[in-house]
């Protein structure tokens, strides 16, 4: 109730991320950012805002992932049905790996032993095996249609994956490599998400304006929470308690509790189209992407402003950045 209290007055205090959260780095690190309308990466000093460098990665980049050892940035070229791999620190690229097909969203399994990649035009989800150097097909799955956001179970048993354009989730066996059930939820599925407690699915409705709390053992939506409308994708404030989710069509995010399952802040006043985000170790600043702006912007998320943009390219989707607040 105390850390609720704090939300709703209006800030976050650094008592609530102290548990877990790295300190910042003195050193300035790089804020990678995909701009999937120009298939380009740019490159922004965290510590100044300013821009680097944007170099071609391949046509488009929409979702990245850090491998599990962190040596890595993964990112998905969903077009150009290839991978690249980034340095973590400089942004640089380490390597290309081809015939990958239609790599949309990525994401790997809790423990690390699977990659599953999403592919949003091709309708179909495929698996690999991953053994911390390569990966190896395991199986595809057709899953029509328009298959987009990845979340796991915490014992790595089970893949959800939202499919916007028929308005369902599905979800995938990975020990028996089977898909286990499909049940339909409301307009656009995208973002998803597993409670701490492994009790529910969030799923952000973008066709909607609401945020679907699914009881995924019955199949039953139980609870609709609502936030704004575009509802799209969620990041961990790093509590283990709270969300962001970002609303495209509105221009907000909003605060999600996940023990009351309610909504208790909103972030307004941002620019088109926000969509993924990235937190500062301290919890302090939140880095969001604006799809329909060409920008990034930071956010202060104890006064709940946008303080600054920064210009990129065209639809920039995924961002990273190596010294972050935790992700679940």
């Known amino acids: ?173 990975l020990v028996t490599q089977n898909v286990m059930w499909r049940m339909e939820t409301g307009s656009a599925p995208a973002g998803i998400w597993v409670t701490p407690d492994q009790k529910y699915l969030l799923v952000g409705m973008t066709g909607a304006d609401y945020v679907a709390v699914i009881d995924w053992r019955t199949r039953t939506v139980v609870k609709q929470i609502q936030t704004g409308k575009g509802a799209h994708n969620f990041r961990a404030v790093g509590d283990r308690r709270h969300l962001f989710l970002s609303n495209r069509v509105t221009g907000s995010i909003s605060i999600i509790d996940q023990q009351t399952l309610s909504k208790v802040g909103d972030i307004t006043g941002l620019p088109p189209g926000p969509d993924d985000m990235e937190l500062t170790a301290d919890g302090k600043t939140l880095w969001v992407t604006f799809r329909w702006a060409r920008s990034v912007g930071l956010v202060d998320v104890a006064s709940r402003k946008l303080v600054k943009t920064v210009r990129v390219g065209r639809s920039p989707h995924g961002i990273y950045f190596r010294t972050r607040a935790p992700l679940f």
């Open 1 to 173: 109730m105390f850390a609720l209290r704090r939300w709703v007055a209006g800030g976050i205090t650094a008592g609530a991320f102290a548990l877990g959260l790295m300190a910042v780095p003195a050193r300035a690190e790089v804020v990678v950012i995909l701009n999937s309308g120009d298939a380009t990466v740019t490159l922004i000093d965290k510590d100044t805002q300013k821009v680097l460098e944007t170099f071609p990665i391949g046509k488009e980049p929409h979702h990245l992932i850090a491998t599990p050892d962190d040596k890595s940035l993964i990112v998905a070229n969903a077009v150009g049905n290839d991978l690249v791999f980034l340095d973590p620190v400089t942004g640089k690229v380490q390597q290309h790996v081809p015939n990958i097909d239609d790599p949309y969203q990525i994401g790997f399994s809790p423990d690390q032993k699977w990659f599953v990649a999403t592919g949003n035009r091709l309708d179909r989800v495929d698996v690999y095996r991953w053994d911390g150097k390569a990966l190896k097909l395991a199986k595809q799955y057709p899953l029509a249609k328009t298959p987009s956001h990845i979340a796991f179970t915490a014992d790595s048993r089970i893949a959800f994956i939202t499919l916007q354009d028929s308005n369902e989730v599905a979800a995938i066996d």
